[in-house]
């Protein structure tokens, strides 16, 4: 399996590039999965709806299936932090997982940078930042050896992946 995580600030584009590159990768034949940081007490689920209704009445788990889908729903007794390390053991084998969000991981990365935003880049201080996505090149805040990757190509940005997917090599074993 190859982790990609993708970073950067909300409303870098994150989520636009993931979504992208999931159709393009699929196109070369692999199978992706995402894992993705969500901020304190989003919801998946829908009031009043049976599996809504378990965990409200206090199912520690409650997961669902169908023949098209399976999802599973944890709720934790204290808050806690999981990393994104606890979410790629939940997975079922896949080619590519792409991360987004966990900017503080010790994966490899690929920071979604814009500098419209007004928001500074990670990239000078994060050395598990491998390459930059971007649609301002020459606005780089700093130099950089590593590839710098056009944010509105996603094709491009898939086939960097492809290419360098002995980057991406995830070994379990090596976070633990």
């Known amino acids: ?10 409303g870098s584009g994150k989520t636009t590039l993931v979504e992208r590159l999931i ?6 034949g692999l199978r992706v999965s995402v894992a ?24 520690f788990e409650v997961i669902v299936a169908s023949d098209l889908r399976l999802a599973l729903m ?12 606890h979410l790629l053991a939940e997975l079922y084998d896949v080619d590519w997982v792409l991360v987004e ?39 780089l805040p700093v130099p950089t050896l590593r590839p ?4 509105n190509d996603p094709d491009s940005v898939a086939h960097w992946l492809a290419d360098n997917g002995h980057r991406f090599d995830y070994d379990p074993e090596m976070y633990s």
């Open 1 to 10: 399996m190859k982790v990609a995580g993708f970073s950067g600030f909300s």
């Open 23 to 28: 159709p393009a990768l699929r196109a070369m």
């Open 36 to 59: 993705k940081h969500a901020h304190h007490d989003f919801d998946i689920d829908q009031p009043g709806k049976d599996t809504h209704r378990h965990r409200e009445a206090g199912a």
């Open 74 to 85: 944890r709720e934790f007794e204290q808050p806690g932090r999981l990393s994104v390390h």
């Open 101 to 139: 969000g966990f900017k503080d991981s010790n994966l490899p990365k690929v920071e979604v940078w814009r500098a419209a935003s007004g928001k500074p880049a990670r990239y000078p201080d994060d050395d598990f930042v491998i390459a930059i996505a971007t649609d301002s090149p020459g606005e």
């Open 148 to 151: 710098v990757l056009d944010l």
